[in-house]
């Protein structure tokens, strides 16, 4: 059985999904909407984890295009829309459109020295 705060983290991670513009957020913006209401790294990892594994939450992980954000984590979230008959597919989709705009505002303001 999942304990209370667990289910209050997840219940954060949903919420600020559904929350967001286009139901969709990187990792670390998630992240950092988690660390303002309490919730430790361990308790997002875990209740993204399960937000994932019980299909709510599509998580999609990129490769680095630039070795200076190897270290950085460049995952997206996107919530299922359980209204949606194809509603993983177009989490999936979001998500995916979501990395290509961070991407493409990173390559098009980068430079390497």
Not at 30 to 37: E, F, N, T, V
Not at 74 to 90: C, F, I, S, W, Y
């Amino acid at each position: 059985m999942t304990a209370p705060a667990d289910a209050s983290a997840r219940d954060l991670l949903a919420g600020g999904l559904r929350a967001a513009p286009g139901n969709v957020l990187s990792v670390p913006e998630l992240a950092a909407l988690a660390r303002q209401s309490g919730i430790d790294a361990g308790r997002f990892d875990g209740a993204l984890a399960e937000l994932a594994r019980l299909g709510m939450v599509v998580v999609l992980e990129h490769r680095s295009p630039d070795p200076h954000l190897a270290s950085i984590d460049l995952r997206t979230a996107a919530a299922v829309n359980p209204d949606l008959p194809d509603g993983p597919e177009h989490a999936r989709r979001i998500a995916q459109e979501h990395w290509e705009r961070r991407l493409r505002s990173f390559l098009a303001a980068h430079r390497c020295g």
